[in-house]
């Protein structure tokens, strides 16, 4: 169990940097490396739970930034998904969720690296929180449809960041309710969660530093090769396990 709650604190203080600079990517880093520690549905679930600390905060912070309408689009949507990604979760042998993760993730930083977007009108909106509450509730990972049509609406960096952490609360609250439910919090997800809640200031402190001085494009070569690499692992893991 000691092996979880190291891996858990470095896997947090890693999802937190990430999240601070660019306003997303913990569940993209931290499922996939947590996954080979402690097997996918524990990573889900406890990213998941860690987010709800870090997004809170972050929310309140920066609020006057947050786009409130959208946010709110998003947010509801998202609940109509996450019974769909809830049955996944309890369904799918955990190899095939890992291999699942693994390859959204793939997918996600090929899209950031073509720079591709979509149309930001309200269907589009509607269409990714449908889309991002079923993938939180199945990988924990609900960033990539949400940061897409966000992007697409050409926000301001200060907008774009609190309006993502308004959604990814709101969202994450829904989600570990629905795993409380269905039975997927389990004693092992508990000490990770326990573990990783330290590390979320780390580096989230160490993330705003950086969040002030670093080149974007410098940082986004960074995410991705982040990205690629723990997908690569967790895809191997599954793979071999």
């Known amino acids: 169990m000691w092996e979880v709650a190291v891996g858990a604190f470095a896997v947090a203080t890693l999802a937190a940097f990430a999240q601070s600079v660019s306003g997303f990517g913990s569940a993209l880093v931290a499922v996939p490396l947590l996954s080979i520690l402690a097997g996918p549905r524990t990573a889900v679930v406890t990213i998941t ?22 946010a709110a689009t998003l947010a509801v949507t998202g609940l109509v ?3 769909v990604g809830l049955l996944l979760l309890t369904t799918l042998d955990a190899r095939v969720l890992t291999l699942v993760i693994a390859v959204l993730v793939l997918a996600f930083a090929l899209l950031l690296a073509r720079g591709w ?14 889309t991002s509450g079923a993938m ?7 960033g990539p449809p949400l940061v897409i049509v966000l992007q697409a609406m050409r926000l301001r960096p ?3 960041r609190a309006t993502l952490q308004a959604v990814f609360c709101s969202q994450d609250i829904a989600a570990v309710a629905g795993f409380v439910v ?6 092992t997800a508990l000490v990770a969660v326990a573990a990783g809640l ?5 580096g989230w402190l160490l993330g705003d530093r950086v969040f002030a001085g670093i080149h974007p494009q410098l940082f986004r070569r960074v995410v991705l090769g982040m990205l690629v690499l723990s997908a690569v692992a967790a895809g191997i893991s599954a793979l071999l396990g």
């Open 49 to 70: 739970a860690l987010s709800i600390a870090m997004t809170a905060l972050a929310t309140a912070r920066e609020r006057r930034h947050v786009e409130w309408r959208v």
């Open 81 to 83: 998904g996450m019974p």
């Open 117 to 130: 977007s979509a149309h930001p009108g309200p269907w589009a909106r509607r269409a990714a929180g449908v």
């Open 136 to 142: 939180l509730t199945s990988t924990g990972m609900n």
């Open 158 to 160: 200060d907008r774009f």
């Open 182 to 187: 269905v039975g997927q919090v389990s004693r």
């Open 198 to 202: 330290p590390g979320l200031p780390v």
